[in-house]
């Protein structure tokens, strides 16, 4: 059914109650209602939640970024704890809307993604980044020493498939900030790339391996720590940005995404020297 362009709230009595959806990247997907029982619509069943009303909703009619609260979608008993803290939901998308409880007429009133997930006192909070953010997107780059092309990502034209690799956990430090692999490339070569658990209480997330300390590597978030030695993990290899390593590593300088031998601001600021 196609969104309704009715004009809600026109009439002194309307069955109308509020619908939530949010999907995290990893494809699962909560929705729920603040009316009294279950609505399903859009392929999904709406769990009822009567006491997640939204605070505020702002639209602008101008590409001024729309805002919404979100701490209430967040409370839900289905969305756990472990989820949040985890960073499940981080990048995820959210919606927002009006449904007609007995028709299922409906309209969405906000969309965004969701921002990192952060504690709040006893509870969660979340930064909502709205659609309309995207126009804010500088159209023309700006200039840089390093590349601003993602790895094997729009520009780059490297194949992720060529630099991602199987392995499993052999080891994991005290505070869970660090792991050892078995299988896939050296290790300075997974550098500022990702891994990604398969099995394991931690299976789909996402880690960016921030630092290699000789074969250790130090990743931005600590792993869960029960995660048993043997789990299988899915590696990409990184790469630092710059040239050289484009050119030599790679061999890809052509596509490279910076401008490495543009002044930068220090020749703006040299005085001349007086000759003696």
């Given at each position: 059914?196609?969104?309704?362009?009715?004009?809600?709230f026109?009439?002194?009595?309307?069955?109308?109650?509020?619908w939530?959806r949010?999907?995290?990247?990893?494809?699962?997907?909560?929705g729920?209602?603040?009316?009294?029982?279950?609505l399903?619509?859009?392929?999904?069943?709406h769990?009822?939640?009567?006491g997640?009303?939204?605070?505020?909703?702002?639209?602008?009619?101008?590409?001024?970024?729309?805002?919404?609260?979100?701490?209430?979608a967040?409370?839900?008993?289905?969305?756990?704890?472990?989820d949040?803290?985890?960073?499940?939901?981080?990048?995820?998308?959210?919606?927002?809307g009006?449904?007609?409880?007995?028709?299922?007429?409906?309209?969405?009133?906000?969309?965004?993604?969701?921002?990192?997930?952060?504690?709040?006192?006893?509870?969660?909070?979340?930064?909502?980044?709205?659609?309309?953010?995207?126009l804010?997107?500088?159209?023309?780059?700006r200039?840089?020493p390093?590349?601003?092309?993602?790895?094997?990502?729009?520009g780059?034209?490297?194949?992720?498939?060529?630099?991602?690799?199987?392995?499993?956990?052999?080891?994991?430090?005290?505070?869970?900030?660090?792991?050892r692999?078995?299988?896939?490339?050296?290790?300075?070569?997974?550098?500022?790339?990702?891994?990604?658990?398969?099995?394991?209480?931690?299976?789909?997330?996402?880690?960016r391996?921030?630092?290699?300390?000789?074969?250790?590597?130090?990743?931005?978030?600590?792993?869960?720590?029960?995660a048993?030695?043997?789990?299988?993990?899915?590696?990409?290899?990184?790469?630092d940005?710059?040239l050289?390593?484009?050119?030599?590593?790679?061999?890809?300088?052509?596509n490279?995404?910076?401008?490495?031998?543009?002044?930068?601001?220090?020749?703006?600021?040299?005085?001349?020297?007086?000759?003696?």
């Open positions: 059914m196609p969104e309704s362009t009715r004009v809600w026109s009439q002194p009595l309307e069955t109308v109650a509020i939530w949010l999907e995290r990247r990893d494809g699962v997907t909560f729920f209602t603040s009316h009294d029982r279950d399903a619509f859009d392929g999904l069943v769990r009822t939640a009567p997640m009303v939204p605070s505020a909703i702002h639209r602008t009619a101008d590409f001024e970024a729309d805002s919404a609260e979100v701490a209430g967040l409370s839900h008993d289905s969305i756990r704890e472990m949040l803290a985890a960073g499940r939901f981080d990048g995820g998308s959210i919606a927002m009006l449904v007609d409880w007995e028709t299922l007429e409906r309209m969405t009133l906000y969309a965004g993604t969701i921002g990192t997930v952060g504690h709040e006192g006893a509870g969660f909070s979340a930064e909502l980044r709205s659609v309309k953010d995207l804010a997107r500088q159209i023309v780059p200039t840089a390093t590349c601003r092309a993602e790895f094997c990502g729009e780059c034209t490297l194949s992720a498939n060529v630099f991602t690799h199987q392995a499993v956990l052999a080891a994991i430090s005290a505070d869970g900030g660090a792991v692999v078995s299988g896939g490339p050296a290790a300075e070569s997974l550098a500022f790339g990702t891994l990604r658990w398969i099995d394991g209480p931690e299976a789909g997330l996402i880690r391996i921030e630092a290699v300390d000789g074969t250790w590597l130090v990743l931005d978030r600590a792993a869960a720590a029960n048993a030695i043997g789990t299988r993990i899915e590696l990409r290899e990184g790469c940005h710059t050289g390593t484009c050119a030599t590593r790679f061999g890809n300088a052509i490279f995404q910076g401008e490495p031998f543009l002044p930068g601001n220090d020749l703006l600021t040299r005085y001349p020297a007086a000759q003696r």
